[in-house]
C-alpha cells in the first residue's frame, strides 16, 4: 500500500491463518480431509491468498459459494479440488467440467438437468449431493415423511449418466450455539445424514468417498461429526472457538486514520440525523471510514475504537465514507494517528455484539476498496 494514500485498510495475517490451518488440522481423526472456506472472499480475507496458502499446506479442498468466485481461484493458478456450494445454472455444465470444478447438487431436478447436459457433451461432471437435514434451505428433503422418498431420489440422482458422485454432505443449522436444544438439534441433524447414507447404500448400492458436515462449530464441539472431510470456516480466520482450546489467532485487523480534529462547544449537533449533541466542550476527531467500507451504519453511536492512549468513543451517525469520534480524553491521539477499529486490541464480537450480529458478517462487509495489506 502506497504509504501517502493510507486512509483505510485491511491488515491480513497469513502466518495466523497458517498458524489456525495447522491447529485445527492437528485436532483432526487420522485420515480426515480439510476443506477450507473460501467463499466471501474468504471472509473478506482475500481468496486468491488464503487458497494460496492453503495449496501449499497441503489442504485437501476449497468451497466456494458461485462459479465466479471458482474461476477467480482458477484464474489465479489455483489447480486444488473446488467445490461450488450453491447454485450453478445447468448451461454452465461444460464451463465446470473444463475448470475440474465440483457441483453441489441439491435435489433430483438439478441432477437431471446437470446429467443431461453432461451426457450431451459426452462428459462426467464431479458432484456433490446435499441433504436437508434440518437447515431449511438447499438439499434433497429427507426429513421425516420425506425420508423414503428422498433415499430414492439420491440413489436415482446418483446412477444418473454423466454425473460422478464423489461426496455428500449436510449443515449443521445449530452446532454453534449453546444449550441443550441446539446441542439436541445438531445430533439429530447427525444422526438423521448417517441414516440416509445408510438407506442409499443398503438399498441402492451407492456409497460416497467423501461425506461432510463438520462445520466450524461442529469441528469444535462435535468431533465426532468429522467422518471424512471437516469444512471449518470461521475457525481458519480464528474465530468461533470460544473454549480456546485450539489456541487460534485472529487473521484481520481492520485500520483507519484521523482525518481531522476539531473543538466544539456545548450543544453542538454531530453528524446526520443531529443524533449526537455535544455537553461539554469536546474534541472530536472525524475517521476516513464508513459504511461504504464496511463500519455498519448499525454502531452509530454504539461502539468505541483503539486509538493511542485508549479508546475512542464513536459518536453521531456512521457516515458513507467517515465517522466520528469523540478525542477530549486522549490528547496523545492526533491527526493522522491510526484507530483500529477491530483486531488485536479491539475485540470484534465487542463490535459483532454492538451491532446485533456476528462477526462472519463484520469480516464479510469489508469492503473492495479497503486494500489488504498481507502480512
Not at 448451461?91 to 438437468?113: P, R, S
Not at 426429513?143 to 454425473?163: D, H, M
Not at 462547544?265 to 455537553?279: D, K, L, V
Request: net charge negative.
Amino acid at each position: 500500500m502506497n504509504e501517502l494514500q493510507k486512509r483505510t485498510w485491511a491488515e491480513v495475517s497469513l502466518e495466523n491463518i497458517r498458524h489456525n490451518y495447522r491447529a485445527i488440522r492437528a485436532s483432526l481423526p487420522g485420515g480426515c480431509r480439510f476443506m477450507g472456506i473460501v467463499k466471501a472472499d474468504a471472509y473478506g480475507h482475500g481468496a486468491p491468498a488464503v487458497a494460496r496458502l492453503l495449496q501449499e499446506e497441503g489442504a485437501d479442498y476449497l468451497a466456494v459459494s458461485c462459479l465466479d468466485e471458482a474461476l477467480e481461484l482458477r484464474r489465479e493458478g489455483i489447480r486444488m479440488p473446488i467445490l461450488i456450494l450453491g447454485h450453478t445454472p445447468c448451461e454452465y455444465t461444460e464451463q465446470l467440467i473444463e475448470e475440474d470444478l465440483t457441483q453441489t447438487v441439491t435435489c433430483l431436478a438439478k441432477a437431471l438437468e446437470y446429467s443431461a447436459q453432461a451426457v450431451r457433451l459426452g462428459r462426467e461432471l464431479k458432484t456433490h449431493f446435499k441433504l436437508d437435514t434440518g437447515m431449511s434451505r438447499l438439499g434433497f428433503l429427507c426429513a421425516g415423511s420425506y425420508f423414503e422418498e428422498g433415499v430414492e431420489n439420491l440413489i436415482r440422482a446418483a446412477r444418473l449418466p454423466g454425473l460422478l458422485p464423489e461426496g455428500i454432505y449436510t449443515h449443521f443449522s445449530s452446532s454453534d450455539e449453546d444449550g441443550p436444544e441446539a446441542e439436541a438439534y445438531t445430533r439429530e441433524q447427525f444422526a438423521l445424514f448417517l441414516r440416509v447414507i445408510g438407506a442409499v447404500k443398503e438399498r441402492g448400492g451407492v456409497e460416497f468417498s467423501l461425506r461432510h458436515c463438520a462445520n466450524s462449530g461442529a469441528v469444535v464441539r462435535f468431533p465426532e461429526t468429522a467422518l471424512d472431510m471437516v469444512r471449518p470456516g470461521l475457525l481458519l480466520y480464528g474465530y468461533g472457538d470460544p473454549s480456546g482450546r485450539l489456541g487460534l489467532r485472529p487473521c484481520m485487523r481492520l485500520v483507519t486514520t484521523v482525518s481531522t480534529i476539531k473543538f466544539y462547544e456545548p450543544g453542538t449537533c454531530i453528524s446526520y440525523g443531529r443524533r449526537f449533541t455535544t455537553q461539554k466542550r469536546s474534541r472530536i476527531g472525524v475517521l476516513a471510514v464508513g459504511y461504504a467500507d464496511g463500519l455498519p451504519r448499525l454502531l452509530s453511536g454504539r461502539c468505541s475504537f483503539a486509538a493511542p492512549g485508549g479508546y475512542a468513543p464513536q459518536v453521531g451517525a456512521v457516515c458513507m465514507d467517515m465517522c466520528m469520534v469523540d478525542l477530549s480524553e486522549l490528547p496523545e491521539t492526533d491527526v493522522d494517528s491510526e484507530i483500529e477499529l477491530f483486531g488485536e486490541k479491539n475485540d470484534i464480537y465487542k463490535l459483532s455484539d454492538a451491532a446485533q450480529t456476528i462477526p462472519y458478517e463484520l469480516l464479510c462487509s469489508v469492503s473492495k476498496r479497503v486494500p489488504r495489506v498481507y502480512k
